[in-house]
């Protein structure tokens, strides 16, 4: 194929054994594949009852075991009532050393209480 020679879809394929008429039967039995797919797929009856009690008992055995299942606290809850109390342990703590650091500011002031 030339620089100047005109693109042409005979022109590619001839080489290889094929011709635009080649391309159309192909295209065709492609289309009709699919039409009977498509018409095939429509025609099949799909059974989702089976699948929805199959759903429907592990579902169940879920709350089954839910149930029974003995019942705790939250380990994520009672972690934060500790951090609560630890967070208001050290602030009383800080107001302890605060009063006194104050007593010993009043005292050297000369005011005794």
């Given amino acids: ?46 059974n989702t009852f089976a699948t929805r ?17 003995p019942r705790r606290r939250k380990k994520q809850y009672t972690e934060t009532i500790h951090i609560m109390r630890r967070v208001v342990n050290r602030l009383q703590l800080i107001k302890k050393g605060q009063v006194s650091e104050l007593n010993n500011r009043l005292i050297s002031a000369g005011m005794r209480s």
């Fill in 1 to 46: 194929m030339s620089p100047g020679q005109k693109l042409d879809i005979d022109v590619l394929l001839r080489p290889y054994g094929f011709g635009v008429e080649d391309i159309y039967v192909f295209m065709a039995a492609i289309l009709a594949f699919m039409t009977v797919m498509a018409i095939g797929r429509s025609l099949i009856i799909r």
């Fill in 53 to 69: 009690v199959k759903l429907l008992q592990e579902r169940r055995k879920a709350l089954q075991s839910d149930m029974i299942a």
